[in-house]
């Protein structure tokens, strides 16, 4: 019998017109609901889960089908075999393209010539990581919402800072 993970979010809608396709019509009680169930015997259970966290469900053995983006397969490193690369996926021949930005007015002109400890924000901080190693080069940071939360905690300290010595600010 299998267990099967499906994504939710954007692929969530496109996968759940596949398996209707094949009448294999998922249900659950709500659209907000992470359990859900195929009526097969084949299928012993089915859940709706975030993209991210399917391949290292699948690769610990807690599922035995997942559908998720060939991205957080990269990301996490997991052990899993492809079985192949559904239509509605936004992979290509080249699944997976780290894109370094930096500002308009600056004077990199390539991703090597960045200092280490540079910080960088990304979705996918474990890819960073090693495209950056490869390069040779110590990066810190990790997703925008970590950036932002370590933003926020320096913001705090200099304003406790600010406060303690008394320091009047220009406007």
């Known amino acids: 019998m299998l267990r099967i993970v499906l994504p939710k979010g954007s692929l969530e809608r496109a996968t759940l017109d ?3 396709a094949a009448d294999l019509a998922v249900v659950r009680s709500s659209t907000v609901d992470y359990k859900a169930s195929i009526d097969d015997p084949r299928v012993s259970e089915v859940r709706i889960l975030r ?8 690769a610990e053995g807690l599922f035995d089908v997942g559908i998720t983006g060939r991205d957080w397969i990269e990301e996490t490193s997991s052990d899993v075999v492809s079985l192949g690369e559904l239509r509605y996926s ?8 780290l894109v370094v930005a930096v500002a308009g007015d600056s004077p990199i002109g390539d991703a090597a ?3 280490d400890g540079v910080r ?14 490869k390069l040779g080069i110590e990066a810190a ?3 925008p919402d970590v950036l932002a939360a370590k933003v926020q905690t320096e913001m705090r300290k200099w304003a406790d800072l600010v406060r303690e010595k008394n320091i009047r600010l220009e406007q």
């Open 51 to 58: 993209p991210q966290e399917i391949p290292v469900y699948v």
């Open 90 to 97: 936004k992979a290509s021949t080249n699944p997976i393209r």
């Open 18 to 20: 596949l398996f209707d």
């Open 120 to 133: 960088v924000s990304s979705e996918y901080p474990e890819l960073t990581r090693r495209h950056f190693a």
């Open 141 to 143: 940071g990790g997703s």
């Open 113 to 115: 010539e960045l200092p």
